[in-house]
């Protein structure tokens, strides 16, 4: 399986501002892009706390994107998959009711049996691996099982750097945008505890977009 980290962030490389509300970073043209990116992709893929903050859609929203995968047997919005340690999403969740795709969700023994219940009667594909933690390996062995080749992972900050340091990414693609949000308790591309041995890159692509922002797309050395 091909996996695929897809950012926006500033200058300072910065995802979300000190409020972490989703400050806005994205321009239109980026946005566009994005589209592109999940309607190509099988899956697209979230952390907990994206999840459960954002209750994110990940749908596509392009008409013509949307006939397009229909013209080639897919259904019109790519599956999604959550990876959240404790799910308290309820059954009514836009991830779970939004959209035309699969629904996948991770958790561990920390979320009760009865929410596991209610997340499948709702008609999602409810997988527990690990008890305080999820097994991220045994999550994609699970996807590829599915069907799901290709899967395009759009934050946070926390579930990158835990797909980084366990080897699963491929290629990170970054949209950077002409602003700087600063502070130190900011989110970034990668956050966690941080990755001591840090992760080498090589650039494949280099981009100027009309709206002053940069795309940057880099592939993950082994």
């Not at 990876?83 to 009711?97: D, G, K, Q, Y």
Request: hydrophobic share 45%; glycine share 10%; with cysteine.
């Amino acid at each position: 399986m091909k996996t695929t980290v897809n950012v926006a962030m500033t200058l300072d490389g910065k995802i979300d501002n000190v409020a972490r509300q989703g400050a806005k970073i994205s321009s239109d043209t980026d946005w566009e892009r994005v589209d592109e990116m999940r309607a190509a992709h099988d899956a697209v893929l979230v952390g907990g706390n994206t999840l459960l903050a954002e209750d994110p859609r990940l749908t596509v929203k392009s008409q013509q994107l949307r006939a397009a995968r229909l013209a080639r047997g897919l259904a019109p919005d790519p599956a999604k998959v959550g990876i959240v340690s404790a799910c308290t999403l309820p059954a009514n969740a836009r991830f779970v009711n939004d959209g035309d795709g699969e629904v996948f969700l991770f958790t561990t023994e920390r979320t009760s049996p009865e929410q596991l219940t209610l997340l499948r009667n709702a008609g999602a594909k409810v997988f527990v691996l690990g008890k305080t933690r999820v097994d991220l390996a045994a999550a994609f062995d699970v996807l590829e099982i599915n069907g799901i080749q290709t899967l395009m992972v759009e934050g946070g900050g926390g579930m990158i750097a835990a797909l980084l340091e366990a080897g699963l990414v491929d290629e990170v693609h970054a949209y950077i945008a002409p602003r700087i949000f600063g502070g130190a308790s900011a989110p970034t591309l990668a956050d966690g505890a941080g990755l001591l041995g840090g992760v080498n890159l090589k650039l494949i692509d280099l981009e100027r977009l009309n709206d002053g922002g940069v795309l940057m797309k880099y592939q993950v050395l082994a």
